[in-house]
């Protein structure tokens, strides 16, 4: 099942508020890059995500925003689904090996899209993705504007995705109920000798029988020495009885992420792996308990770091204990040592324990909704040893 699409005041009210935060910076265009597997940027302010070919998003600090993207194909995909009407082909946005059209196509450079989209040439250009954003768009864009400021922006769009509107609650309860679902449907069916690709195959049947439209990442689930790995893939290796297993899964739900993550054993868990679930745990429920509305993110850090320190597990693990979440499964905001930003109500968090010896590796991950009250839950399934 799939809830109606978002309506188009939604994507409008963002771009407005993009704008804001433009005037407030002192910023004259925004300017954001997205990809098939990096598409927050052009989905949330247009509704398009690209397939093969790639996508520009153009937002002036007045004015209507405009959707770049490369090759007929693509341009009459977003003219379907984007919500901005200003649809441009740049040829440098077209798939990696291009063919060569037969219909005549009506391509623009950056300079010539310039002038339709600003009134004026824009002195100060923030760059979204700029992690991302590629050498061969930045040099034609120099080109166009030989005399423009160019710096990052990811920080302003951040500003606007990180509360959610009434409209995206639906979409986000869902992803992480299907994610949940999916987790179920896997754990409920793994067995001694079930290779790890199978065990994901079942989760990723499940999840799009209820109408998910894929992963906001590569799901996997590894076991044995490979858990000591943060990053992973499923592999055909069979699974053991008596080994430490990890699955790490989630959700796209129309544009929404969800995210869940589980350590298991079929059988008995290995000591060394039941002392690091517990101090996971332990780990855990203190962020639960404390991330709430009026508090700074710093002070849930050093919380969690001293947790670990009375385990002496304080350099087993890579960052803090929570991350924002949404358009993409990570969407900034770390609760990190030095960070010093708020938590406020409608903000969106994983809370993410991840802990390693060397040997033995896990993370226990849901997600939680920030009310004005406190928090609201997505996910709880089996938040505990889990011995199969």
């Excluded at 109606?4 to 910076?25: F, G, T």
């Amino acid at each position: 099942m799939r809830l109606n699409p978002l309506p188009s005041s939604e994507y409008a009210e963002r771009v407005a508020r993009l704008q804001k935060e433009l005037k407030k910076n002192g910023i004259d265009l925004f300017i954001g890059y997205s990809s098939e597997c990096e598409s927050a940027s052009s989905r949330y302010l247009t509704g398009f995500w690209p397939f093969f070919d790639f996508a520009v998003v153009m937002v002036p600090v007045e004015g209507e925003a405009a959707l770049l993207t490369g090759g007929p194909e693509s341009y009459e995909f977003a003219k379907d689904f984007s919500s901005v009407p200003a649809i441009f082909i740049n040829p440098l946005l077209v798939e990696t090996c291009a063919p060569e059209w037969v219909p005549k196509v009506t391509e623009m450079s950056f300079n010539e899209i310039l002038a339709k989209v600003c009134k004026n040439n824009p002195k100060k250009i923030g760059i979204g993705n700029w992690n991302i954003f590629p050498y061969i768009l930045f040099k034609e864009l120099n080109e166009a504007m030989p005399n423009a400021e160019f710096t990052p922006a990811d920080n302003l769009l951040l500003n606007v995705q990180k509360i959610k509107t009434k409209n995206e609650i639906p979409y986000i309860v869902e992803a992480y109920h299907i994610t949940e679902e999916a987790m179920k449907a896997a754990l409920n069916a793994a067995k001694p000798g079930m290779k790890e690709w199978e065990l994901e195959a079942i989760a990723r049947k499940k999840m799009l029988s209820m109408g998910a439209e894929g992963m906001p990442y590569p799901s996997w689930v590894c076991s044995g020495d490979h858990t000591r790995l943060s990053l992973c893939r499923s592999t055909d290796k069979p699974i053991e009885k008596n080994e430490l297993v990890q699955f790490t899964f989630g959700t796209k739900y129309m544009g929404y992420c969800g995210n869940m993550c589980r350590p298991f054993s079929i059988g008995e868990a290995p000591k060394s792996a039941r002392v690091l679930m517990e101090a996971a745990l332990e780990a855990f429920r203190y962020a639960l308990d404390t991330i709430k509305p009026g508090v700074e993110a710093s002070q849930i850090f050093e919380g969690y770091h001293k947790i670990l320190a009375r385990y002496g597990y304080e350099n087993f693990t890579l960052y803090g204990p929570a991350h924002g979440t949404g358009s993409s499964e990570v969407e900034g905001f770390w609760l990190a040592k030095d960070d010093n930003f708020i938590i406020m109500p409608g903000m969106l968090f994983n809370i993410d324990i991840w802990l390693s010896d060397g040997i033995d590796g896990l993370r226990y991950e849901d997600g939680i909704l920030i009310t004005e009250s406190g928090i609201r839950e997505l996910t709880n399934y089996k938040r505990e040893i889990i011995e199969l």
